[in-house]
């Protein structure tokens, strides 16, 4: 099979997806088998299940496109991060995980013992490192599942290299960018507020778009385009920085915008079914205080403009006034397109920055 024709989606909802071991395969068979072949090579599960571990724990996460990473010449390692939930093994107590990781070993096909190509990388799930160290299992003929001695020449290239594990650093200033400037205290977690009219609502019989998001973000970021200072972190990134204290108060006839929007909302929520019926809605009052508290806590606020799509590589890190950007901040940045703009904040809360 070809790396270009294979279909991992496929193999892995048929052969992965909690499946430890292959039909007719027992736990204590499948561990024998693979500790007859460690025997052979004079080595222990607990050195390289460590080995293996010490390897994955170089990877820095902080570091952004591309995220494959070679902490041993010729090993190459990137991950899978999963949002909704981790897999709790249940061979080892306590063990579970949400990455996967992927592994290119120079000279090396791939490791897995059944259901990828030859050329592919190796998938490892994170908890085999553990699962080796503690019961010698390194899975059954599944997708996750490791041939021994790929480990053994993974170990012999891991043993003696000095790697450092990764480990993130913080800082009390850093910049970061909210989701929004505004956000009405009452909207979370007790329903769609004022956060409904910054979204895209529509309900039965509304009048469409309540989104105030265009008003006051515009309004907001060419105020602070007028006022601020210029400081130009790259060729494609230019900041605007002003001090919090900034009046950011619309004009009223935006303040009038806002307030029709509010009653369309109003009106139009009253014929909504009770399941989708908002629990509390903003007034205009309501949004102007948040506008005025702004600058609670924050020294100053800013706003990004990126001219042409950002390519951003491990260790390429930028910094605003002399102080650096929050790893979220490097998040956003990453996926934004050519005439992209993002708010931006300064504030004395601890951020991660490496």
């Not at 010729?74 to 899978?80: D, L, S």
């Not at 601020?228 to 009046?247: M, Q």
């Not at 001219?307 to 998040?331: D, Q, T, W």
Request: overall charge negative.
């Amino acid at each position: 099979m070809s790396l270009e024709s294979y279909d991992y989606t496929t193999a892995y909802g048929e052969h992965g997806n909690g499946k430890y071991l292959a039909e007719g395969e027992t736990l204590e068979k499948t561990i024998e088998e693979d500790a007859k072949i460690l025997r052979e090579h004079n080595i222990s599960k607990k050195e390289i299940g460590r080995s293996l571990r010490k390897l994955f724990l170089t990877y820095n996460d902080f570091a952004l496109s591309p995220s494959q990473q070679e902490p041993v010449k010729g090993i190459v390692i990137w991950r899978e991060y999963y949002d909704l939930g981790s897999e709790t093994c249940p061979y080892v107590n306590g063990l579970y995980s949400n990455i996967d990781w992927r592994v290119q070993v120079d000279g090396l096909n791939n490791g897995n013992k059944k259901y990828h190509p030859k050329d592919g990388p190796t998938f490892v799930s994170d908890m085999l490192p553990e699962m080796i160290e503690k019961i010698g299992f390194f899975e059954g003929n599944v997708f996750y599942g490791i041939k021994p001695e790929w480990v053994i020449a993974v170990h012999e290239m891991v043993k003696d290299a000095k790697l450092v594990p990764y480990e993130p650093k913080h800082a009390e200033r850093a910049w970061s960018s909210p989701s929004r400037f505004l956000l009405h205290k009452k909207d979370y977690p007790h329903g769609p507020g004022w956060n409904s009219l910054h979204h895209n609502s529509y309900g039965p019989g509304s009048r469409g778009n309540y989104s105030l998001s265009d008003e006051l973000e515009n309004y907001i970021k060419n105020r602070i385009k007028k006022e601020g200072a210029i400081e130009k972190i790259s060729p494609t990134l230019i900041a605007h920085i002003t001090p919090a204290k900034i009046d950011l108060i619309p004009p009223k006839e935006i303040q009038e915008k806002i307030k029709k929007k509010i009653e369309w909302f109003v009106e139009d929520t009253k014929i909504w079914p009770p399941s989708v019926q908002p629990s509390y809605i903003a007034s205009l009052s309501d949004i102007l205080n948040d506008i005025n508290v702004i600058s609670h806590n924050r020294e100053f606020i800013g706003m990004l403009e990126i001219s042409e799509k950002i390519s951003l590589v491990p260790n390429e890190f930028f910094s605003i006034k002399g102080l650096p950007l929050s790893h979220c901040l490097y998040g956003i940045l990453s996926w934004q397109e050519a005439g992209s703009t993002i708010c931006i904040c300064l504030d004395g809360r601890s951020k991660r920055v490496g």
